[in-house]
């Protein structure tokens, strides 16, 4: 069975306070792993897809990492706006569905 | 914005009564999907479709049944809602073979006394 387990639950942060975000899984023939963003009350916002172990992607204050079992969410420098919650999500099997981890909720103070 | 709205964007209902929500997208994707979001469990699949009358079930499918007549509504059914259905409902769009990603709509609450 497809597994997504990130962590931490929740990360407050210092305005300025770099850290990493983890986000493990257990899939069999990973064919993509997601990085979504979730304000409070809206939908998942679209941040970065990786495929292939080694592959990093990065936008703005965020880099995306992808190993053969884990990716990270690295945000340097954060500011009070990247408070968010951020959820993973690995694709496998025919492509048709993603399966989620609960996200990590991350707070930056000022 | 993928263009995907949501309604209705909060509902109501008592225990017992049919709920219908609806998904719909203006660019004519094939892949639509519906998620339900709870405290603890992220985001799970209930339903998708892959075409016009073409749908397959998720993890979370027992109490929900789908239908998609038009490429553009994609419609979920609570024939007998519960308590345990109390939930935010997200609808997302694949936009076809060019990606995997799916971009998602705004939700609706639905809350079942």
């Known amino acids: 069975e497809d597994q997504v387990t990130q962590s931490p639950e929740a990360l407050r942060l210092q305005e300025g306070e770099s850290s990493s975000l983890n986000c493990s899984y257990t899939?069999?023939?990973?064919?993509?792993l997601f990085w979504y963003r979730q304000d409070p009350g809206k939908g998942p916002e679209f941040l970065f897809t990786?495929?292939?172990a080694g592959e990093e992607k990065e936008k703005e204050r965020l880099k995306a990492t992808l190993t053969k079992k884990e990716s990270f969410l690295h945000i340097t420098a954060p500011k009070p706006e990247d408070s968010a919650t951020y959820l993973c999500?690995?694709?496998?099997?025919?492509?048709?569905?993603?399966?989620f981890g609960a996200g990590t909720i991350l707070r930056v103070k000022s | 914005d993928a263009g995907i709205t949501q309604s209705p964007r909060h509902k109501v209902t008592e225990t017992g009564t049919p709920v219908t929500l609806r998904c719909h997208q203006t660019?004519?994707?094939?892949?639509m999907y519906w998620y339900r979001q709870d405290p603890g469990h992220g985001l799970r699949l209930i339903h998708y479709?892959?075409?016009?009358?073409?749908?397959d079930k998720g993890e979370v499918s027992d109490g929900y049944s789908v239908s998609r007549s038009k490429t553009e509504d994609f419609l979920l059914t609570l024939e007998s809602a519960t308590s345990s259905q109390t939930s935010v409902y997200f609808c997302?769009?694949?936009?076809?073979?060019?990606?995997?990603?799916?971009?998602f709509g705004p939700g609706t609450r639905l809350t079942v006394l």
């Open positions: 997302a769009i694949r936009p076809g073979a060019s990606t995997d990603t799916q971009y």
């Open positions: 899939v069999s023939g990973l064919r993509g």
């Open positions: 990786l495929y292939s």
């Open positions: 999500a690995v694709q496998a099997g025919n492509g048709n569905k993603l399966v």
């Open positions: 660019e004519n994707h094939r892949y």
């Open positions: 479709s892959y075409g016009v009358k073409d749908t």
